[in-house]
């Protein structure tokens, strides 16, 4: 143990209980290849605590039924569980109503959603979408799509060698037919943090609307979606403590009202006859077919457990977690960081020389320590820095800086396995 | 317990740092390049026959130590073989891999087993077998290979020169 190791759990400590926390995620046990397991795999998906898992038990034992139809207490009790994990979600994100929240299976989803309600209905051929190389092949492949179908062109905002986005370029992007920003709030393969407020200002300058992919920001930093002044803002529970297969699409409700529906089905309507069907109102207009009730009420669950920590205590902390890791594996001989941005969540991509990053990953899995392997599922990126794939260690609240020492011994033992 | 701990063994690690058989022939009768589009490793297999047997192979690429060490060893064992005897061996360690060989059983894998422990890691089982469907690939003539294909798992790109 190092001084900066012993200098910063004090500071933490104040802040909030890590042994407590980590009481609170049974999975954190886990003992994997006879070691303990070092979870470094949260930028993926983050783990659940008990009080998320207690609370989908409780719904599913006593609360459950279909939501928005029936008239007995159990639809009537989901329902108002149901439309009270959407409140919860509003006053996360700081968004000002309601029905400007809605639930989507996850940020892909989410994505799709834009792509399909608002794309396919506003962009036209020759028109110009926005992206940065920093994107996920989620918020890539669906604007795309969209491209090939309506003849518009996708435009790419690049960045320097620390992994940070070129605003000069990005703002020599505009031109008349600008028509749509997509940019994702922190890169999931780096960590970095854009400046989206200050790229949503510079787009509505030229009446551009701006989509956020905020998967990796959520569950990193406090978001206030009006302070942005963003169009739309996506992410997803599983990376927020909550289940998989619940997100959310936040977007201004004049915008939400302007678009077309994506799915259609049940719950999405006001009356159907053979003619012609009338759309129910937003949010329920974006929400066909029964949703993923109990999903969204863990969700909810979920934001309850981190907004009792705070999303400023957790960023704080993560911010010290990184700070700790980067100086640690700066000073390793043979390991290079990828991505080195001024401003940076707590993810770390990094290549061993002479190793490539899948044998670092089984290596280190035999250590118990479990990261990413691969290219992210940002491609573009990857070939940006010239690497096939990189291994990326990503920490949550309740990793520990022992456990950032695990990370780098197990680092040490790949090196000496491949000396 | 897995047995794959012993696959970062002092043999997989001496192919995977000094490969044998590394380059490209040029003037192969046979070749393909085997895609890995899950890790991005790509690797390439030149061989050439003279008459039935296996007169001279070589591969190349970018890929992880299984995947290196795999493809060097399998230049190594394939070397002077049949046409046939290199189809068996293919099969026998596609087995092995995907953990449908008892080595108890007659084959033909010798000192190939280092690489039995790899099915007890479905992730990295890719990896081990890219090579092997990289030199199915060249030998059929297959246009591209590669380990993620929707009909043909031998699914790699090749030059029939």
């Given at each position: 143990m190092n001084s900066l190791h012993r200098a910063v759990n004090p500071r933490s400590a104040s802040a909030f209980d890590l042994e407590r926390i980590r009481a609170d995620f049974p999975i954190l046990q886990l003992q994997v290849e006879g070691k303990p397991l070092v979870y470094l795999d949260n930028a993926a998906s983050s783990q659940m605590p008990q009080q998320v898992m207690d609370r989908l038990t409780r719904y599913q034992t006593s609360e459950h039924a279909n939501i928005n139809r029936a008239v007995h207490y159990l639809s009537e009790t989901a329902t108002t569980e149901y439309d009270a994990a959407r409140c919860k979600l509003q006053r996360f994100i700081n968004a000002s109503e309601e029905r400007e929240v809605i639930f989507t299976s996850g940020t892909t989803d989410a994505i799709n959603l834009v792509m399909h309600g608002y794309g396919r209905r506003f962009i036209k051929p020759g028109d110009e979408i926005i992206l940065t190389t920093l994107e996920h092949h989620s918020n890539i492949v669906p604007w795309q799509m969209l491209a090939e179908e309506t003849g518009a062109k996708i435009r790419v905002v690049p960045i320097n060698d620390a992994g940070e986005l070129l605003i000069d370029e990005y703002e020599k992007l505009?031109?008349?037919?600008t028509r749509f920003v997509g940019v994702i709030h922190?890169?999931?393969?780096?960590g970095s943090i854009n400046p989206v407020k200050q790229m949503i200002a510079f787009a509505h300058a030229h009446g551009v609307p701006v989509l956020v992919d905020g998967a990796q920001a959520a569950p990193h930093l406090q978001v206030d979606v009006q302070d942005l002044d963003c169009d739309f803002y996506a992410f997803s529970g599983h990376k927020l403590c909550g289940p998989t297969g619940i997100g959310v699409l936040y977007g201004k409700a004049a915008l939400l009202e302007k678009m077309q529906p994506f799915k259609g089905g049940g719950d999405m309507i006001l009356s159907v006859t053979f003619e012609k069907t009338t759309y129910n109102i937003i949010p329920h207009k974006f929400e066909a077919g029964t949703p993923p009730i109990a999903a969204a009420i863990g969700l909810g669950a979920a934001i309850d457990y981190l907004s009792t920590i705070g999303m400023g205590v957790i960023a704080a902390y993560e911010q010290e977690l990184l700070n700790y890791a980067t100086e640690q594996m700066s000073r390793m001989p043979g390991v290079r960081i990828v991505g080195t941005a001024k401003n940076k969540a707590s993810v770390i991509s990094f290549t061993v020389d002479g190793v490539h990053p899948h044998d670092v990953g089984t290596l280190l899995n035999q250590e118990g320590v479990a990261v990413r392997t691969g290219h992210h599922c940002a491609q573009p990126l990857m070939q940006r820095f010239k690497v096939p794939a990189t291994s990326r260690a990503s920490f949550a609240f309740y990793n520990s800086m022992a456990e950032v020492d695990a990370l780098i011994a197990g680092i040490r033992s790949v090196q000496k396995v491949f000396a | 317990m897995s047995n794959y701990k012993a696959l970062y063994q002092e043999v997989i690690l001496d192919h995977n740092k000094k490969p044998r058989n590394y380059g490209t022939l040029a003037h192969a009768s046979h070749h393909a390049v085997g895609h890995n589009p899950l890790c991005g490793d790509h690797i390439s297999v030149t061989l050439n026959f003279d008459r039935e047997c296996i007169d001279c192979i070589a591969f190349q690429g970018e890929s992880c130590a299984i995947c290196k060490a795999s493809a060097s060893m399998m230049t190594a064992a394939i070397k002077g073989k049949s046409r046939a005897d290199a189809e068996i061996l293919i099969q026998e360690f596609l087995a092995m891999a995907t953990g449908k060989l008892n080595l108890e059983d007659a084959n033909h894998i010798g000192r190939l087993a280092v690489f039995a422990g790899v099915c007890d890691l479905p992730t990295r089982v890719k990896c081990a077998i890219l090579p092997w469907h990289t030199l199915h690939a060249a030998f059929h003539s297959v246009a591209i290979a590669s380990t993620e294909a929707e009909a043909d798992p031998m699914h790699v790109s090749n030059g029939n020169a």
């Open positions: 505009f031109n008349a037919r922190v890169s999931n393969a780096l | -």
